[in-house]
């Protein structure tokens, strides 16, 4: 049985929404040096990855963002490697805030809240998240036993990437 508190699906602007609004947060972090952004992102990855999405304000924002943008909020993607993805920057975010707490660390929190950045401006910009294609390969090396998400068989098994899950308008 499916968890109620995660959607199957989304629409494909609302993760890029996110991860714009992640660059910036980000950005602001590195620039700043200010630590409350980066711990409401490690909070709001761990909304989205482990209690549910409804109660993150950036998915909030997003959803309500997305239908007002040119083409409507995109066509529906499985929400199951975003979920994925979105444990993995729960876990870099959560890294770079315990770096940052550690005086002789700073610079190593900056470089994984870096890292976070780099990854979700390619989503945001380009729609390529690199979450969502590790969690394909962890479903065709058999790491991840039952892919909760039908579009990711293709992928999987070895079809071509452009019929997966994780295409974004």
């Known amino acids: ?24 947060l980000g950005l602001t972090f590195l620039v700043s040096g200010s630590f409350w952004p980066l711990a409401f992102l490690a909070c709001d990855f761990a909304m989205r990855a482990v209690v549910a999405p409804r109660f993150s304000p950036l998915a909030l924002v997003a959803r309500r963002v997305a239908p007002l943008l040119p083409g409507g909020a995109g066509l529906p993607i499985s929400f199951s490697p975003k979920r994925f993805a979105a444990m993995l920057g ?3 975010l959560t890294g770079a805030l315990v770096l940052n707490l550690i005086p ?20 945001a910009s380009a729609g390529v998240c690199v979450g969502c294609h590790i969690h ?6 058999g790491v991840l036993k ?9 992928v ?12 974004s308008n």
Do not use: N, Y
């Open 1 to 24: 049985m499916a968890d109620q508190r995660f959607p199957a699906r989304v629409p494909a602007k609302v993760p890029r929404l996110v991860a714009f609004q992640v660059v910036l």
């Open 136 to 141: 394909a390969l962890l479903v065709r090396h």
């Open 104 to 123: 002789d660390m700073v610079l190593g929190g900056k470089i994984v809240t870096g890292i976070v950045v780099v990854l979700a401006s390619l989503e």
């Open 156 to 167: 999987a098994v070895g079809a071509r990437a452009g019929s997966s899950c994780f295409q």
């Open 146 to 154: 039952v892919p909760v998400c039908e579009t990711c068989v293709p």
């Open 90 to 92: 729960f876990v870099f």
